[in-house]
């Protein structure tokens, strides 16, 4: 155990370090903070000296290292455009961006799990006809459209809930509906899938040459096997959540890491952008670190093993 | 210390107002958030030497300041008003104003580290400033080491905001004052959280008595059709940045208007004479000839805005050349001269931004349609940043947008700034004209004002029609949508005036 | 074939002959402007034959624009899914050839894909790199490498170890013969299958990062930066956006169907 | 009326016939031997039974439990037969036993639902079973899940879970392919054992008629979705009465005695959607004449419990004429 | 050809171990799968090897074929040593030997056809022009009892004897020396199993080829071996002529496998071994059989055994007590009967 998870954390270190390398490069390499946060009319020693400020008049490599240096001891960087320590910058978002993830994540769950196992129980039912067909509907329409027409029906026409803003609870209801709304559309179809694939396993005809009655066959045998499956998916619909945030908190003008994300790469504002990244890039490597443990606990045989095929 | 609104005035409406954009710069301070939505919100926490009368003419007007009198062509005398408060309940002296113009805030070389970019702002915008003497607890004097007719104009600029020394000396860092500066407005800074909100809570103390509001909230809201929905469902009180073509949706509703107009900006296309085929005068001759200023107008803007006599405000007074003509639309006249100019169809890159400009581009699409059209073959490149728009050598650069404000009403400000010797196409070889250079430089020396209209008239030949250095579309401008119950007038300007006399709902 | 699928692929090939007949059946050139005929409405809405679908805020035929939309989003995700498909089942064969230190170099790729959620990277990479077709496609493409990696990695060491690949091998093929003739074919239908899955995954996303103003950029066009450009007219000019969103939903949709029928049949899992 | 008796049981997927008006019975307490090759129908005859039949199966016939048909029969009544009656073996032990769940419990389950025992009393008799059937360290391995076991142990699990409701009835499908020489050797003993100290009755499913003949007093030839022979297990062997148990029986290699060449049957079973017209096997048979083609013969009595389908079959005196290949059987010893 | 009075075949002391992942807590543990195996083949012979599940069997087969390197010891083919795997050398001696599998249709490509496959070896080894190799296919084919029709035929359209004929015909489409066949009818039906050992005898008969037969059906092996070695554990425990071996067993682990056949009116004694299959992964020190050993002695626990012929007979056993070097802890006598 320990050792696999060492090597896991080996491994997750280095996919992090590649990760903020790729995005140093990136951002170093493709344009200058400097025009674009002084703005369209600054003169050419403003820039100068934003950029010798910066120092982003040094070599690459040396700038490089500086950060990696810099990161080691902890010091993430200042934003560009107000001078705060980004790790403040980030984390002022992180509980605004939670506020609509982790709700979502749960309406996910919540809807998209029993909606996947019911229609597998009731394969090619009206009801199975109807949920796959929201399921997949849910996949192909795109968060902000659904999001718009969100606002248009429950906003502007009933007047029930805010548009935008963060003001109230209220607010988060709509963003979290949509973003709910995809991912549980996407879990509901992997848990069908899931669940027909289980119930044709020999073992479920073993429980129920038992003598076990259906209902018991199904929460007892099905289910735990059909998580297995469905687990790697909630482990890829956490990139999708973040992704999501991206454009749901636009659309409501919900000031979350999405939205600072949006706005740093507008501005160049490199080391936000690169905090944000670098805190993104870890959830995840913890989301799927967490999911391969849960992985482990949920079937035996994966135990001390990587996923085999994770798709 | 200071009294801000309180039990007894909750009777005072609070508005929100959903904008685009709070701050650029993240920053409140006028010194780095240089950009025309801080000008939105600044008036209405900052106050500076002399006001402007923004719903107005845009005359100067007293403001911490009562009275001010050229001692000579390089010094200016200022009285301070009395009684003036800063939001912590200091008490406004001559100190504070020469700190404000001082080097801890602007120059450097105090106490303070100041951010280089500040230092070149403050140069760039008080060019031949000296210092500011003391010469009471309520007068300045004003030094600048040249020659500037227009020095008073500059104090009312936005970077002279006059800041509370104590508060600013108290501040861990430049930066961290900049996010919470200390001044004098009607409204006082309570909360800012960038990207998100900004509130400002009516400040009771202020020398023109108790603001009409109880609360003024600038809420960012970068989507336009959520800036709109969220004033549709009560969420906001206005909403800025109004597209003209969502101006009827808005009305459409009678609960709500849609006021503004022309600003004092003015949107215009240029060029690049170190691009190979652009350096011929006669193919930009073409292009200024292809450009349908009043299709644009009647249609993007449903003719609520005005296509100005060339890069000229009708505020500049004696200056204003009111019988400028811009290149009249004729694409048999452009071809022409693009027969003349032997041009042969080399593509031409335009650069855009999405949409920096309100419209802008769907602007750049119709002309380049325009231009297509009288055979241009123009190459629409959409881009990020102005800094991806100077980006590479002479033949990758053609034709981009820009946009030009003017506050004064002389013309050498505006224009030698922009496209004299001293202002950034000049210098990055972008257009250069020797004759305009020395126009240029005579319009700001010269006090001779018959020879200076004169001068003036030849630059505008030169620039606009000879050796055309970019084309005028259209005055931009700027429309908000609010509640129609609410009585405000918008200003000729991004300024928001919440105060007294711009109030009653 | 259930009547659903039936319809899925009729939209689909309508789709395709759209996109490859555009510039014959589109009646206007997609950037030809009425700017006196602006936000014209759709003949169903009450408009005239001249705009069936009606004309956008630039007077520009909806329709017309409609076309060459499916003809350059249908490019993009054809470009993208072949080109995460190529990188991705070499990387995999390579890993699954080299084993060792190649392998963990892939896999770590792979984590490091896994690591950033693919609509952050594309944010960086665009509005940092600016924007060009060709730039855009291939990062599409990168969309979803890893996954094909995955498969074919997977698949290619379990041919290996057992079966028809150990036994080519074994009779002395070269590895091109063996990955190129062999295991190449035998996990095509796979692959296509993960490909109908990503197809409409990268409509979407290509239609998200349009909204992030990071899409195709105009003069060109496509579904995404109809949508895009056309949601400030959400309520006064419905269809300059819903007839884009519509094509977009329904050929995910249909991509979607169809991958999950192709899935079905070809897992023998499911019975 | 003997203990289960199944009555013209057809099954169809789809088009495709699988079993195509099965008779068999079993008495209580009887050992018969289902043989035949891959696909004939041995496995669906007895999910049909019990209704373990998917969905998409089309199932008519009727099956009698005691007299009564189970056949159809509604879930409550299904339910208590099912591990409780009649209790089944399959035929992949890995993929037949719950990846997730620990032996002891799925062993468990059985026991309480049939004998209502929970807790305590439950666990020791998972271990009694599991000691039983020949798992070592049975304490131990009662927490252990399907994949840290062996194959052999695992076909041992089921074989505990199966006999774990005392059924009455014991199906085993094909309990030892994939199993080693010698475990399948141990498995064969322990199923006779019970039997012997249960008095249940089991029928024994497998394509090895070694196997079969060793454990079982009856066995039934099963070719294409029919039962083409059937005979008391030495009867079989004496006189095959079908050409494919003759081919089934040519095709085993013999272990002692001269080499001969193997006498194969040509061909392969036919495909259940593309059933020949006239018997099923005429095809393959060398025996085969146009009459065959046109008529599907029904099982023909050879001698008392001895009957064959086949036209060619003929009714014999028991032993009177010894076949040709009985000798080479009837030689085989046990070597040491 | 290099012929000569050179065995085509020697390995000597074959050793191969694998590594494994095991448990939760991810130790790697050795698996000792073959343990100084040596085994010599001439042409024309058969050689039957057979063992539980897991003895290593198979790996025995790939370390003869060169397909794995072995950890130790040695295989000459035809008197040269085995080149290493991956090398033209090596590809090139692939012609020479062949490989028939247990599960004709996994070793098989289920998307070209029979005919493509049969002739993929000559595409690869570039033998003869394209016409001569179409000659050569259907000589084969015809060969192994497959008609020209199926040749342009899947393997899925095939039945499971007919497939293996296929892979038959591909292994032999180069005139090996040698054939390998790993349990190449355990997957079969028994009435395929008796058409595919006819064909294997027929052909050995015809081209005179070496074969190592791997299966685990003592019947199947005493119908095609010339000689039989009992693999227990990663070695060979006993080696003899199929008759004498599988009517009296030397090796106690021989008999019980020899008494575990089942067969018709069966009624004598069989050879229960107690305990559980050996672990590879932990080897019993001593005699590895002796944990299940029925007569196992003292000496058995701690000597490991040779195998060396038998004084009597000169039977090739590896066991303490046949050789006499210790005496039975049990009389053979006392199995158990049922
Ligand atoms: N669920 C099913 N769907 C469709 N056809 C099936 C299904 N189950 C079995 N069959 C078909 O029914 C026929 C009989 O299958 P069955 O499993 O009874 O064979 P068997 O005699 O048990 O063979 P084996 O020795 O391989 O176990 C086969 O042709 C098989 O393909
Ligand atoms: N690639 C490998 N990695 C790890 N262990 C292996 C590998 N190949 C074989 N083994 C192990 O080596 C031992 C011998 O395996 P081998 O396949 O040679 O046995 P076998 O006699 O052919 O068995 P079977 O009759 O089941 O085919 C087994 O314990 C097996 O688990
Ligand atoms: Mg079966
Ligand atoms: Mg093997």
Same mark, same amino acid.
């Given at each position: 155990?320990?050792?696999?998870?060492?090597?896991?954390?080996?491994?997750?270190?280095?996919?992090?370090?590649?990760?903020? =390398?790729?995005?140093?490069?990136?951002?170093?390499?493709?344009?200058?903070?400097?025009?674009?946060?002084?703005?369209?009319? *600054?003169?050419?020693?403003?820039?100068?000296?934003?950029?010798? *400020?910066?120092?982003?008049?040094?070599?690459?490599?040396?700038?490089?290292?500086?950060?990696?240096?810099?990161?080691?001891?902890?010091?993430?960087?200042?934003?560009?455009?107000?001078?705060?320590?980004?790790?403040?910058?980030?984390?002022?978002?992180?509980?605004?961006?939670?506020?609509?993830?982790?709700?979502?994540?749960?309406?996910?769950?919540?809807?998209?799990?029993?909606?996947?196992?019911?229609?597998?129980?009731?394969?090619?039912?009206?009801?199975?006809?109807?949920?796959?067909?929201?399921?997949? =509907?849910?996949? *192909?329409?795109?968060?902000?459209?659904?999001?718009?027409?969100?606002?248009?029906?429950?906003?502007?026409?009933?007047?029930?809930?805010?548009? *935008?803003?963060?003001?109230?609870?209220?607010?988060?209801?709509?963003?979290?509906?949509?973003?709910?709304?995809?991912?549980?559309?996407?879990?509901?179809?992997?848990?069908?899938?899931?669940?027909?694939?289980?119930?044709?396993?020999?073992?479920?005809?073993?429980?129920?040459?038992?003598?076990?009655?259906?209902?018991?066959?199904?929460?007892?045998?099905?289910?735990?096997?059909?998580?297995?499956?469905?687990?790697?998916?909630?482990?890829?619909?956490?990139?999708?959540?973040?992704?999501?945030?991206?454009?749901?908190?636009?659309?409501?003008?919900?000031?979350?890491?999405?939205?600072?994300?949006?706005?740093?790469?507008?501005?160049?504002?490199?080391?936000?952008?690169?905090?944000?990244?670098?805190?993104?890039?870890? =959830?995840?490597?913890?989301?799927?670190?967490?999911?391969?443990?849960?992985?482990?606990?949920?079937?035996?045989?994966?135990?001390?093993?990587?996923?085999?095929?994770?798709? | 210390?200071?009294?801000?609104?309180?039990?007894?005035?909750?009777?005072?409406?609070?508005?929100?107002?959903?904008?685009?954009?709070?701050?650029?710069?993240?920053?409140?301070?006028?010194?780095?958030?240089?950009?025309?939505?801080?000008?939105?919100?600044?008036?209405?926490?900052?106050?500076?030497?002399?006001?402007?009368?923004?719903?107005?003419?845009?005359?100067?007007?007293?403001?911490?300041?009562?009275?001010?009198?050229?001692?000579?062509?390089?010094?200016?005398?200022?009285?301070?008003?009395?009684?003036? %408060?800063?939001?912590?309940?200091?008490?406004?002296?001559?100190?504070?104003?020469?700190?404000?113009?001082?080097?801890?805030?602007?120059?450097?070389?105090?106490?303070?580290?100041?951010?280089?970019?500040?230092?070149?702002?403050?140069?760039?915008?008080?060019?031949?400033?000296?210092?500011?003497?003391?010469?009471?607890?309520?007068?300045?004097?004003?030094?600048?080491?040249?020659?500037?007719?227009?020095?008073?104009?500059?104090?009312?600029?936005?970077?002279?905001?006059?800041?509370?020394?104590?508060?600013?000396?108290?501040?861990?860092?430049?930066?961290?004052?900049?996010?919470?500066?200390?001044?004098?407005?009607?409204?006082?800074?309570?909360?800012?959280?960038?990207?998100?909100?900004?509130?400002?809570?009516?400040?009771?103390?202020?020398?023109?008595?108790?603001?009409?509001?109880?609360?003024?909230?600038?809420?960012?809201?970068?989507?336009?059709?959520?800036?709109?929905?969220?004033?549709?469902?009560?969420?906001?009180?206005?909403?800025?940045?109004?597209?003209?073509?969502?101006?009827?949706?808005?009305?459409?509703?009678?609960?709500?208007?849609?006021?503004?107009?022309?600003?004092?900006?003015?949107?215009?296309?240029?060029?690049? %004479?170190?691009?190979?085929?652009?350096?011929?005068?006669?193919?930009?001759?073409?292009?200024?000839?292809?450009?349908?200023?009043?299709?644009?107008?009647?249609?993007?803007?449903?003719?609520?805005?005005?296509?100005?006599?060339?890069?000229?405000?009708?505020?500049?007074?004696?200056?204003?050349?009111?019988?400028?003509?811009?290149?009249?639309?004729?694409?048999?006249?452009?071809?022409?001269?693009?027969?003349?100019?032997?041009?042969?169809?080399?593509?031409?890159?335009?650069?855009?931004?999405?949409?920096?400009?309100?419209?802008?581009?769907?602007?750049?699409?119709?002309?380049?349609?325009?231009?297509?059209?009288?055979?241009?073959?123009? %190459?629409?490149?959409?881009?990020?940043?102005?800094?991806?728009?100077?980006?590479?050598?002479?033949?990758?650069?053609?034709?981009?947008?820009?946009?030009?404000?003017?506050?004064?009403?002389?013309?050498?400000?505006?224009?030698?700034?922009?496209?004299?010797?001293?202002?950034?196409?000049?210098?990055?070889?972008?257009?250069?004209?020797?004759?305009?250079?020395?126009?240029?430089?005579?319009?700001?020396?010269?006090?001779?004002?018959?020879?200076?209209?004169?001068?003036?008239?030849?630059?505008?030949?030169?620039?606009?029609?000879?050796?055309?250095?970019?084309?005028?579309?259209?005055?931009?401008?700027?429309?908000?949508? %609010?509640?129609?119950?609410?009585?405000?007038?918008?200003?000729?300007?991004?300024?928001?005036?919440?105060?007294?006399?711009?109030?009653?709902? | 074939?259930?009547?659903?699928?039936?319809?899925?692929?009729?939209?689909?090939?309508?789709?395709?002959?759209?996109?490859?007949?555009?510039?014959?059946?589109?009646?206007?050139?997609?950037?030809?402007?009425?700017?006196?005929?602006?936000?014209?409405?759709?003949?169903?809405?009450?408009?005239?034959?001249?705009?069936?679908?009606?004309?956008?805020?630039?007077?520009?035929?909806?329709?017309?624009?409609?076309?060459?939309?499916?003809?350059?989003?249908?490019?993009?995700?054809?470009?993208?899914?072949?080109?995460?498909?190529?990188?991705?089942?070499?990387?995999?064969?390579?890993?699954?050839?080299?084993?060792?230190?190649?392998?963990?170099?892939?896999?770590?790729?792979?984590?490091?894909?896994?690591?950033?959620?693919?609509?952050?990277?594309?944010?960086?990479?665009?509005?940092?790199?600016?924007?060009?077709?060709?730039?855009?496609?291939?990062?599409?493409?990168?969309?979803?490498?890893?996954?094909?990696?995955?498969?074919?990695?997977?698949?290619?060491?379990?041919?290996?170890?057992?079966?028809?690949?150990?036994?080519?091998?074994?009779?002395?093929?070269?590895?091109?013969?063996?990955?190129?003739?062999?295991?190449?074919?035998?996990?095509?239908?796979?692959?296509?299958?993960?490909?109908?899955?990503?197809?409409?995954?990268?409509?979407?996303?290509?239609?998200?990062?349009?909204?992030?103003?990071?899409?195709?950029?105009?003069?060109?066009?496509?579904?995404?930066?109809?949508?895009?450009?056309?949601?400030?007219?959400?309520?006064?000019?419905?269809?300059?956006?819903?007839?884009?969103?519509?094509?977009?939903?329904?050929?995910?949709?249909?991509?979607?169907?169809?991958?999950?029928?192709?899935?079905?049949?070809?897992?023998?899992?499911?019975? | 009326?003997?203990?289960?008796?199944?009555?013209?049981?057809?099954?169809?997927?789809?088009?495709?016939?699988?079993?195509?008006?099965?008779?068999?019975?079993?008495?209580?307490?009887?050992?018969?031997?289902?043989?035949?090759?891959?696909?004939?129908?041995?496995?669906?005859?007895?999910?049909?039974?019990?209704?373990?039949?998917?969905?998409?199966?089309?199932?008519?016939?009727?099956?009698?439990?005691?007299?009564?048909?189970?056949?159809?029969?509604?879930?409550?009544?299904?339910?208590?037969?099912?591990?409780?009656?009649?209790?089944?073996?399959?035929?992949?032990?890995?993929?037949?036993?719950?990846?997730?769940?620990?032996?002891?419990?799925?062993?468990?389950?059985?026991?309480?639902?049939?004998?209502?025992?929970?807790?305590?009393?439950?666990?020791?008799?998972?271990?009694?079973?599991?000691?039983?059937?020949?798992?070592?360290?049975?304490?131990?391995?009662?927490?252990?899940?399907?994949?840290?076991?062996?194959?052999?142990?695992?076909?041992?699990?089921?074989?505990?879970?199966?006999?774990?409701?005392?059924?009455?009835?014991?199906?085993?499908?094909?309990?030892?392919?994939?199993?080693?020489?010698?475990?399948?050797?141990?498995?064969?003993?322990?199923?006779?054992?019970?039997?012997?100290?249960?008095?249940?009755?089991?029928?024994?499913?497998?394509?090895?008629?070694?196997?079969?003949?060793?454990?079982?007093?009856?066995?039934?030839?099963?070719?294409?979705?029919?039962?083409?022979?059937?005979?008391?297990?030495?009867?079989?062997?004496?006189?095959?009465?079908?050409?494919?148990?003759?081919?089934?029986?040519?095709?085993?290699?013999?272990?002692?005695?001269?080499?001969?060449?193997?006498?194969?049957?040509?061909?392969?079973?036919?495909?259940?959607?593309?059933?020949?017209?006239?018997?099923?096997?005429?095809?393959?048979?060398?025996?085969?004449?146009?009459?065959?083609?046109?008529?599907?013969?029904?099982?023909?009595?050879?001698?008392?419990?001895?009957?064959?389908?086949?036209?060619?079959?003929?009714?014999?005196?028991?032993?009177?004429?010894?076949?040709?290949?009985?000798?080479?059987?009837?030689?085989?010893?046990?070597?040491? | 050809?290099?012929?000569?009075?050179?065995?085509?075949?020697?390995?000597?002391?074959?050793?191969?171990?694998?590594?494994?992942?095991?448990?939760?807590?991810?130790?790697?543990?050795?698996?000792?799968?073959?343990?100084?195996?040596?085994?010599?083949?001439?042409?024309?012979?058969?050689?039957?090897?057979?063992?539980?599940?897991?003895?290593?069997?198979?790996?025995?087969?790939?370390?003869?074929?060169?397909?794995?390197?072995?950890?130790?010891?040695?295989?000459?083919?035809?008197?040269?040593?085995?080149?290493?795997?991956?090398?033209?050398?090596?590809?090139?001696?692939?012609?020479?030997?062949?490989?028939?599998?247990?599960?004709?249709?996994?070793?098989?490509?289920?998307?070209?056809?029979?005919?493509?496959?049969?002739?993929?070896?000559?595409?690869?080894?570039?033998?003869?022009?394209?016409?001569?190799?179409?000659?050569?296919?259907?000589?084969?084919?015809?060969?192994?009892?497959?008609?020209?029709?199926?040749?342009?035929?899947?393997?899925?359209?095939?039945?499971?004897?007919?497939?293996?004929?296929?892979?038959?015909?591909?292994?032999?489409?180069?005139?090996?020396?040698?054939?390998?066949?790993?349990?190449?009818?355990?997957?079969?039906?028994?009435?395929?199993?008796?058409?595919?050992?006819?064909?294997?005898?027929?052909?050995?008969?015809?081209?005179?080829?070496?074969?190592?037969?791997?299966?685990?059906?003592?019947?199947?092996?005493?119908?095609?071996?010339?000689?039989?070695?009992?693999?227990?554990?990663?070695?060979?425990?006993?080696?003899?002529?199929?008759?004498?071996?599988?009517?009296?067993?030397?090796?106690?682990?021989?008999?019980?496998?020899?008494?575990?056949?089942?067969?018709?009116?069966?009624?004598?004694?069989?050879?229960?071994?107690?305990?559980?299959?050996?672990?590879?992964?932990?080897?019993?020190?001593?005699?590895?059989?002796?944990?299940?050993?029925?007569?196992?002695?003292?000496?058995?626990?701690?000597?490991?055994?040779?195998?060396?012929?038998?004084?009597?007979?000169?039977?090739?056993?590896?066991?303490?007590?046949?050789?006499?070097?210790?005496?039975?802890?049990?009389?053979?006598?006392?199995?158990?009967?049922?």
């Amino acid at each position: 155990m320990l050792q696999y998870l060492l090597s896991r954390l080996l491994r997750a270190a280095v996919s992090i370090v590649m990760v903020v =390398t790729f995005v140093f490069v990136v951002l170093r390499m493709s344009g200058d903070p400097a025009t674009v946060i002084m703005g369209a009319d *600054a003169p050419p020693e403003a820039i100068d000296a934003f950029r010798k *400020a910066w120092g982003l008049d040094q070599p690459l490599w040396v700038q490089y290292f500086a950060f990696f240096e810099a990161v080691f001891s902890g010091e993430l960087g200042r934003s560009m455009r107000d001078g705060r320590d980004v790790v403040a910058v980030v984390l002022e978002r992180v509980p605004s961006t939670l506020a609509l993830t982790i709700p979502a994540f749960f309406v996910n769950i919540a809807v998209g799990i029993p909606a996947g196992v019911y229609a597998a129980l009731h394969r090619n039912s009206l009801i199975d006809r109807c949920v796959m067909v929201m399921a997949v =509907t849910g996949f *192909a329409v795109p968060s902000f459209i659904l999001a718009m027409l969100l606002v248009l029906i429950f906003s502007v026409t009933l007047g029930w809930l805010p548009s *935008a803003g963060q003001d109230s609870w209220r607010n988060a209801i709509l963003p979290i509906a949509t973003m709910g709304f995809g991912g549980a559309a996407l879990l509901a179809r992997f848990t069908r899938s899931a669940m027909l694939e289980v119930l044709g396993q020999s073992y479920i005809r073993t429980a129920s040459a038992k003598g076990l009655p259906w209902s018991a066959v199904v929460w007892r045998h099905a289910l735990q096997n059909a998580a297995i499956p469905t687990i790697t998916i909630i482990g890829f619909m956490l990139g999708g959540l973040v992704a999501g945030a991206v454009v749901v908190e636009s659309v409501f003008s919900w000031p979350g890491v999405g939205r600072l994300l949006v706005v740093s790469v507008a501005n160049r504002d490199l080391a936000v952008v690169q905090a944000v990244v670098l805190m993104i890039a870890m =959830t995840m490597v913890a989301a799927n670190m967490v999911v391969d443990v849960l992985y482990g606990l949920v079937d035996p045989r994966m135990q001390g093993q990587a996923r085999a095929a994770r798709r | 210390m200071p009294r801000f609104a309180s039990a007894q005035s909750t009777e005072r409406p609070a508005v929100t107002v959903a904008v685009q954009r709070i701050s650029n710069s993240n920053t409140l301070e006028m010194l780095t958030e240089q950009s025309n939505v801080g000008t939105r919100i600044y008036t209405s926490y900052a106050e500076t030497l002399i006001g402007n009368n923004w719903i107005g003419d845009m005359s100067l007007q007293p403001q911490l300041a009562t009275s001010w009198k050229r001692v000579d062509d390089q010094t200016v005398d200022v009285d301070l008003r009395e009684g003036v %408060k800063f939001h912590n309940g200091d008490v406004m002296t001559a100190e504070d104003v020469a700190f404000s113009y001082g080097p801890d805030r602007m120059w450097g070389g105090g106490t303070v580290e100041v951010p280089e970019n500040v230092k070149v702002v403050a140069r760039q915008a008080l060019p031949a400033f000296e210092r500011i003497e003391v010469l009471g607890p309520h007068k300045i004097r004003l030094h600048n080491s040249s020659i500037d007719p227009v020095l008073e104009g500059r104090l009312s600029g936005s970077i002279g905001m006059i800041v509370s020394k104590r508060a600013f000396m108290e501040a861990k860092s430049w930066m961290d004052w900049a996010r919470r500066p200390i001044t004098t407005g009607p409204y006082a800074i309570t909360e800012y959280k960038p990207d998100s909100v900004l509130t400002l809570s009516a400040f009771d103390d202020h020398w023109e008595g108790r603001p009409p509001l109880r609360q003024v909230r600038f809420v960012e809201t970068p989507e336009t059709a959520s800036r709109i929905n969220l004033l549709r469902s009560g969420g906001a009180d206005f909403a800025c940045d109004i597209p003209p073509d969502q101006i009827a949706t808005v009305e459409a509703d009678k609960r709500f208007k849609v006021v503004g107009g022309p600003i004092n900006n003015t949107r215009y296309t240029v060029f690049n %004479k170190s691009h190979p085929v652009l350096a011929n005068p006669l193919v930009r001759q073409a292009l200024t000839h292809s450009v349908d200023r009043n299709l644009i107008v009647e249609s993007l803007w449903s003719g609520r805005t005005e296509v100005p006599r060339g890069l000229q405000w009708s505020f500049y007074g004696d200056f204003y050349i009111a019988d400028h003509e811009n290149p009249a639309y004729d694409p048999d006249k452009a071809r022409a001269l693009l027969r003349k100019a032997g041009y042969n169809g080399e593509p031409i890159p335009y650069r855009v931004l999405n949409d920096y400009y309100t419209a802008q581009t769907a602007t750049a699409q119709i002309n380049t349609e325009n231009w297509r059209a009288v055979g241009l073959n123009i %190459k629409l490149q959409m881009v990020e940043n102005w800094g991806q728009i100077s980006e590479g050598g002479p033949e990758t650069r053609g034709i981009h947008d820009w946009s030009a404000a003017a506050s004064l009403p002389d013309p050498y400000v505006q224009m030698s700034g922009s496209w004299g010797p001293l202002g950034s196409p000049w210098k990055s070889n972008q257009w250069r004209n020797e004759e305009f250079g020395k126009l240029s430089q005579e319009l700001g020396s010269s006090t001779d004002k018959t020879r200076r209209i004169a001068v003036w008239r030849r630059m505008l030949q030169i620039i606009e029609i000879e050796d055309p250095a970019y084309v005028v579309l259209h005055r931009n401008a700027s429309f908000t949508a %609010k509640r129609a119950d609410i009585k405000w007038t918008p200003a000729q300007s991004f300024v928001m005036d919440f105060r007294r006399h711009n109030w009653s709902a | 074939m259930p009547l659903l699928i039936v319809i899925a692929i009729l939209w689909l090939v309508l789709m395709l002959a759209i996109a490859v007949s555009a510039d014959l059946i589109s009646p206007y050139r997609f950037t030809q402007m009425d700017l006196r005929n602006r936000l014209s409405l759709p003949v169903f809405m009450g408009g005239s034959w001249r705009h069936v679908l009606g004309t956008d805020e630039l007077g520009r035929d909806v329709l017309s624009r409609l076309i060459t939309s499916i003809r350059m989003s249908l490019l993009i995700a054809f470009g993208a899914t072949i080109i995460g498909a190529v990188i991705g089942v070499t990387l995999g064969f390579v890993a699954a050839h080299f084993r060792g230190i190649v392998e963990q170099a892939v896999l770590a790729l792979v984590d490091f894909s896994a690591a950033i959620p693919f609509l952050v990277l594309a944010l960086a990479v665009l509005a940092f790199f600016g924007n060009s077709l060709v730039l855009f496609v291939c990062l599409l493409g990168f969309h979803a490498w890893e996954r094909y990696a995955r498969i074919a990695r997977g698949l290619a060491i379990s041919g290996k170890t057992h079966g028809y690949a150990a036994a080519v091998h074994q009779l002395g093929a070269s590895p091109w013969r063996l990955y190129g003739r062999h295991i190449l074919p035998n996990i095509a239908s796979t692959l296509i299958v993960s490909m109908t899955l990503a197809f409409p995954e990268i409509i979407l996303l290509e239609s998200g990062l349009s909204f992030l103003g990071l899409g195709i950029q105009p003069p060109d066009t496509s579904l995404g930066n109809m949508v895009g450009f056309g949601r400030e007219y959400l309520s006064s000019a419905p269809w300059i956006m819903l007839a884009p969103a519509f094509v977009i939903t329904v050929t995910a949709l249909c991509v979607s169907l169809l991958g999950d029928w192709l899935r079905d049949r070809l897992d023998p899992t499911l019975s | 009326m003997a203990f289960v008796e199944i009555e013209n049981l057809s099954v169809a997927f789809g088009r495709s016939m699988a079993l195509r008006g099965i008779n068999l019975s079993v008495e209580r307490g009887e050992a018969v031997g289902l043989v035949g090759e891959s696909g004939c129908g041995k496995s669906v005859t007895w999910l049909a039974a019990l209704g373990l039949l998917p969905a998409s199966a089309t199932v008519r016939g009727s099956v009698w439990l005691d007299g009564k048909d189970i056949l159809g029969a509604p879930k409550a009544r299904l339910e208590p037969v099912r591990g409780g009656r009649i209790a089944m073996i399959f035929q992949d032990p890995a993929a037949s036993l719950n990846p997730v769940h620990r032996i002891g419990r799925q062993i468990g389950e059985a026991l309480t639902l049939h004998r209502g025992m929970t807790g305590e009393r439950a666990k020791a008799e998972v271990i009694r079973l599991m000691d039983q059937v020949g798992i070592p360290d049975a304490r131990n391995r009662i927490n252990a899940y399907p994949h840290e076991l062996s194959g052999g142990q695992n076909q041992r699990v089921m074989i505990a879970m199966a006999l774990a409701g005392e059924p009455e009835l014991l199906v085993a499908d094909e309990p030892t392919t994939a199993l080693d020489v010698t475990i399948q050797a141990q498995i064969l003993d322990l199923l006779t054992t019970l039997r012997r100290d249960t008095g249940m009755a089991m029928v024994l499913i497998s394509h090895d008629l070694g196997v079969v003949s060793e454990t079982c007093s009856r066995i039934a030839v099963m070719y294409a979705g029919r039962i083409v022979e059937e005979a008391p297990s030495g009867q079989i062997f004496s006189h095959p009465g079908h050409p494919y148990t003759r081919g089934l029986l040519g095709s085993l290699p013999p272990l002692t005695g001269p080499r001969r060449r193997l006498v194969a049957i040509p061909g392969s079973v036919p495909e259940a959607a593309r059933m020949p017209s006239g018997c099923a096997f005429a095809p393959r048979c060398d025996l085969s004449t146009e009459l065959c083609a046109q008529v599907d013969p029904a099982p023909l009595p050879l001698a008392d419990d001895h009957s064959a389908a086949c036209v060619f079959a003929k009714p014999y005196q028991r032993n009177v004429h010894p076949v040709a290949g009985e000798g080479a059987f009837a030689r085989e010893r046990v070597l040491q | 050809m290099s012929g000569g009075t050179a065995e085509l075949l020697e390995a000597r002391d074959l050793a191969r171990s694998y590594m494994m992942h095991r448990g939760f807590l991810g130790r790697t543990t050795q698996v000792r799968a073959v343990d100084g195996v040596s085994l010599s083949l001439s042409r024309g012979e058969t050689l039957g090897l057979v063992g539980e599940s897991g003895c290593g069997k198979s790996t025995t087969a790939r370390l003869v074929l060169g397909i794995e390197p072995p950890d130790e010891g040695a295989v000459t083919f035809d008197g040269t040593a085995m080149p290493r795997s991956g090398t033209s050398n090596w590809a090139a001696l692939r012609r020479r030997m062949q490989m028939v599998y247990q599960d004709p249709l996994q070793a098989l490509d289920k998307r070209l056809t029979i005919g493509a496959q049969v002739a993929e070896p000559l595409d690869i080894h570039r033998i003869g022009t394209s016409a001569e190799r179409r000659e050569r296919v259907a000589a084969v084919m015809a060969e192994v009892g497959l008609q020209p029709h199926h040749a342009a035929r899947h393997p899925q359209s095939l039945s499971g004897g007919q497939r293996q004929r296929a892979v038959i015909a591909r292994a032999l489409v180069t005139n090996p020396d040698l054939l390998v066949c790993d349990e190449p009818i355990s997957a079969l039906d028994v009435s395929i199993q008796a058409l595919v050992l006819n064909l294997l005898m027929d052909l050995q008969e015809r081209s005179g080829m070496g074969m190592l037969f791997v299966s685990h059906d003592l019947r199947a092996v005493r119908q095609i071996s010339h000689r039989v070695a009992v693999m227990y554990l990663g070695r060979i425990v006993e080696e003899g002529e199929p008759d004498a071996v599988l009517q009296d067993p030397a090796h106690p682990y021989a008999q019980a496998l020899v008494s575990a056949i089942p067969h018709p009116g069966k009624t004598a004694a069989r050879v229960i071994l107690q305990g559980d299959p050996p672990n590879p992964a932990n080897r019993p020190s001593g005699c590895a059989f002796h944990p299940r050993c029925p007569v196992a002695t003292a000496t058995c626990r701690t000597e490991v055994p040779v195998l060396k012929p038998r004084r009597s007979d000169g039977r090739r056993v590896a066991c303490h007590v046949a050789h006499g070097e210790a005496a039975p802890a049990r009389a053979p006598t006392m199995l158990e009967t049922c």
